[in-house]
């Protein structure tokens, strides 16, 4: 039975249910009298409804209740409520070993610190008579204390506890939580003997225990199999291959663990946990030697001399690996090795290393024009492409090397760089396409996303990990990089002052953070160091990870590297292995767009003119002059331009230090523009001011909304009644509302729904309203009734579309589709919306990009005939090659 929120069983009241298990469901609860949250386990009725059943139950249970480990999930209470038999235990914060394995296989460091935890719970265990029966990666939570072992739902008590050893010469009674005679257990971990329904001992655990172990190391089932009874023949009669095979510069002594773990009879096994702690406890550290095994029969003695002189020579061949217990690479470590790798890059910081040091990752344009993520091994020639990975620009590792977060269609995704489909974790803000991101090994992604979002790789739960401080200005958080203790990180906090722009380190579960210095840069760590740009010149700073402070002077590695202080992208990268990817470069030049004439079969006029920014063009009604964001001399906030297109007249509209951008022409006239402005110098708050085209007084307000709200024009309905605009709030997804002009000004919602809606624009009769949505996973043109949304809605694009555009007579709607190529669909719009035809015109040298972005980087005269691209600088509609540097073992370089 399911039990609801506010049940209350005793003085424990349900919360919600958390999940369910061998032995029933499990609710988080509250414990009214000792004011604890709880874990409740309402028992199956195969136990409750047998008095026997039940009897051995409550005596099992009493056993298991005093199993007092760090490493054992507390049982507190066993309860009967309104015909209720249920289990209270502690309520745990973290996420299983299956959630993490579904990452990838863990470093091996972790392994080993998760492996000696549960070989000591199992010991303990195992010691007082209780044999679990169902170990498995599910039954392990991993959270900030450790892990822990949990769910002895199928558990066996012995009546008479010894050593498991002695226990397993005899054949005991199964006297198990659930009904005699059954296969128990989860069948990819359960030993042989559980499966042929033989009496069990401790051994069976162990076996559980290697299945688990080699899974942990090398990401894969020890035992697989098409079927069950498949999967059941392999248990019984197949090895799995080394570990070291699978996962190559696995110690050897993890071999040979994993092999007296997995023998087919209990008697070759392991013969206790402890036995199997203390080999564990070895491989971390060969100063500590296993305890001496009980005196042998003198007719083994020289055999056991003999495989002990054998064992002793295998274990002197693997000490290196051992002592360095991570996986073998080529030896790097000689003075610095550059080179450069020719790439072709969508954007200046589109790529990372992996924490291996053995493959570039990197975001380049495919054969059909979209964006997507290569990789590139160092010792090959050849990248390959990720599939599912269009439209973004930030590839991000996971610690194990095997997997890439990135954010494309308004959410962050993760991929498995050997193949297989992305995953979708969270929704990310709309509009944000860098939304960079840092992994740690217990399956904590920090997200970039105005501030930095804390969240569980596996299942895609998210908090908040950092707030903005108001009073110093800060209007986001951006770059995270976790330190190697996996708890702190460091990330950059940017506000329109430059003062309010510093690198603070902070830690997963509090607020509490400290300032280590002020840039307009991301910050990582390397080696001792931290990493940094400053004016275009890469430095490195000895940094105490333990101490979380500077221990010397910053120290010049690189100089011209790419880096725009503007918004603190900086173009480097490095691993934990010691390799460094950088590129050189001016990203203010790289910031420059051109403005190009188009017309209908795709021939282009120009450039006519160059600017730093020139993002979302918007041309006069007359068509003679185009407004656009532009910075002036590529520093401070982008301002309002006017660019008489046949005099080449520039005109400033706005020249405050403030953010002042997404300009829209008044029409049929275009003697006024209304524009957005940043609200008292946060980019988190804006608001729409309108001036005259001719300068000829100050702007004055429009609109403005509530705080930490963002607004953005765009587009004027042509009998000049009301606007329309985008409204988010607080990084939400975007909606689209409107007000008029004329009365109380009053604004009203037109969209508002679960999904991002964005890029509206008015049909000339204002009957009906094209815009993108991502309704439908992508995001598509689409077009629907105003001001009444009820009264129809189409969907005009088929394989994604972005930047929906008409015609002055309303007979056509241009988009940018997903091959980069301007689209033109015949429509009507008098009466009832149809479409008539949709015909493609010709490719662009426009990005395609995976969320939509507030810029649109084109625009159409009247007629149709000629459109007006801004496209970036250095692809002249085409995309830059930009050599990436890689330099093996940088350390080196500070000893020049």
Request: overall charge neutral.
């Amino acid at each position: 039975m399911s039990l609801s929120a506010g049940t209350r069983l005793g003085h424990y009241e349900v919360v919600a249910q958390a999940g369910a298990g061998g032995m029933g469901e499990v609710y988080k609860a509250r414990d009214t009298r000792l004011a604890r949250t709880v874990a409740i386990k309402v028992l199956p009725n195969h136990i409750s409804n047998d008095p026997k059943s039940k009897q051995r139950f409550e005596r099992e249970a009493r056993t298991i209740a005093g199993l007092n480990h760090p490493n054992i999930c507390v049982l507190h209470d066993v309860g009967l409520e309104n015909g209720i038999d249920f289990l209270v235990m502690e309520y745990l914060e973290g996420i299983t070993l299956a959630e993490r394995l579904a990452i990838g296989a863990l470093p091996l460091t972790e392994t080993l610190r998760i492996a000696l935890q549960i070989a000591d719970a199992l010991d303990k265990a195992h010691r007082s008579g209780v044999i679990h029966r169902d170990l498995k990666p599910g039954n392990i939570m991993l959270g900030e204390t450790g892990a822990k072992l949990l769910d002895f739902g199928l558990a066996k008590v012995e009546n008479n506890p010894a050593s498991p050893a002695a226990a397993s010469e005899a054949p005991t009674a199964d006297v198990s939580m659930t009904a005699g005679g059954a296969i128990l257990g989860t069948l990819p971990y359960m030993a042989p003997e559980q499966i042929e329904g033989q009496a069990v001992d401790a051994r069976a655990d162990i076996f559980s225990f290697g299945a688990v172990l080699y899974e942990m190391i090398t990401g894969q089932r020890a035992f697989q199999g098409k079927n069950q009874p498949s999967l059941m023949a392999n248990i019984l009669k197949s090895n799995p291959p080394p570990p070291s095979q699978v996962r190559p510069g696995t110690p050897p002594l993890l071999d040979h663990i994993i092999r007296g773990c997995l023998a087919k009879a209990p008697a070759e096994r392991w013969h206790t946990a402890r036995d199997l702690w203390l080999q564990l406890k070895w491989a971390g550290d060969p100063s500590v030697a296993p305890a001496p095994a009980a005196a042998a029969p003198a007719a083994d003695r020289r055999l056991r001399i003999l495989t002990g002189v054998l064992a002793i020579a295998a274990l002197a061949a693997a000490i290196p690996a051992i002592l360095y217990f991570q996986p073998s690479a080529p030896d790097l470590r000689v003075p610095d090795v550059q080179f450069e790798i020719p790439v072709t890059v969508a954007d200046t910081a589109a790529f990372s290393i992996s924490p291996d040091g053995r493959n570039l990752a990197y975001v380049s344009a495919t054969d059909d024009g979209k964006n997507a993520i290569w990789i590139r091994p160092l010792n090959s020639l050849l990248a390959r492409m990720l599939p599912g990975t269009d439209g973004t620009n930030q590839p991000d590792w996971s610690p194990d090397s095997r997997s890439i977060a990135f954010s494309a269609d308004g959410k962050l995704k993760r991929v498995d760089v050997a193949g297989g489909p992305p995953q979708s974790l969270l929704e990310v803000t709309a509009g944000m396409t860098t939304n960079r991101s840092t992994w740690n090994r217990d399956g904590v992604i920090l997200l970039a996303n105005g501030v930095l979002r804390r969240i569980n790789a596996a299942s895609g739960e998210s908090t908040d990990a950092t707030e903005l401080n108001q009073s110093l200005g800060e209007t986001r958080h951006f770059t995270p990089w976790f330190l190697p203790d996996g708890q702190h990180f460091l990330y950059t906090a940017w506000g329109e002052n430059p003062e309010s722009r510093a690198v603070y380190v902070g830690k997963l579960g509090s607020q509490d953070r400290k300032r280590l210095m002020a840039t307009q840069s991301k910050a990582i760590y390397s080696s001792g160091f931290l990493l940094f740009a400053s004016e275009r010149t890469l430095m490195a700073r000895p940094f105490d990870v333990e101490r979380l402070e500077f221990t010397g002077d910053p120290v010049a590695l690189v100089q011209d590297i790419a880096h725009d202080p503007f918004i603190g992208s900086a173009a480097f990268g490095a691993s934990a292995e010691d390799t460094l990817v950088y590129r050189r470069g001016d990203l203010a030049n790289e910031g420059t767009r051109q403005l190009f004439w188009t017309d209908r079969t795709g021939k282009t006029e120009g450039p006519i003119e160059t600017a730093i920014g020139a993002l979302d063009i918007r041309l006069s009604p007359d068509g003679k002059r185009v407004a656009s964001n532009m910075l002036s001399g590529g520093i401070g906030n982008p301002d309002v331009r006017i660019l008489d297109l046949d005099r080449k007249l520039r005109t400033q509209l706005t020249t405050e230090p403030a953010f002042d951008g997404y300009p829209v022409w008044s029409p049929p006239d275009g003697l006024r523009l209304v524009f957005a402005k940043t609200r008292n110098s946060s980019l988190a708050s804006t608001e729409l001011y309108e001036r005259p085209s001719n300068l000829a007084i100050p702007a004055r307000p429009l609109l403005s909304l509530e705080q930490d709200t963002i607004i953005y024009p765009r587009d004027w309905s042509l009998d000049g009644k009301l606007i329309v605009f985008e409204r988010f709030k607080n990084a939400q997804r975007r909606d689209i509302w409107w007000f008029p002009l004329e009365g109380e000004r009053k604004a009203f919602p037109y969209l508002s729904e679960t999904y991002d809606e964005c890029q509206p624009v008015l049909s000339p009769n204002s009957r009906w309203l094209a815009y993108v949505s991502n309704e439908s996973g992508v995001f598509q043109v689409v077009v629907q009734s105003f001001p009444d949304p009820s009264r129809g809605k189409f969907t005009v694009s088929t394989g994604g579309g972005m930047f929906p555009r008409w015609r002055r007579d309303g007979r056509e709607l241009y988009y940018l589709d997903s091959n980069r190529r301007i689209v033109a669909v015949s429509v009507t719009t008098d009466g009832s919306f149809s479409i008539e035809k949709s015909t493609p015109l010709f490719q662009t040298g426009l990005g395609y990009p995976g969320a939509a972005p507030s810029g649109i980087p084109y625009d159409v005269t009247a007629d149709g005939q000629r459109f007006l691209l801004s496209v970036p600088q250095t692809s002249t509609l085409s995309v830059a090659s930009i050599p990436i540097t890689v330099v093996l073992n940088w350390p080196s370089m500070l000893k020049r």
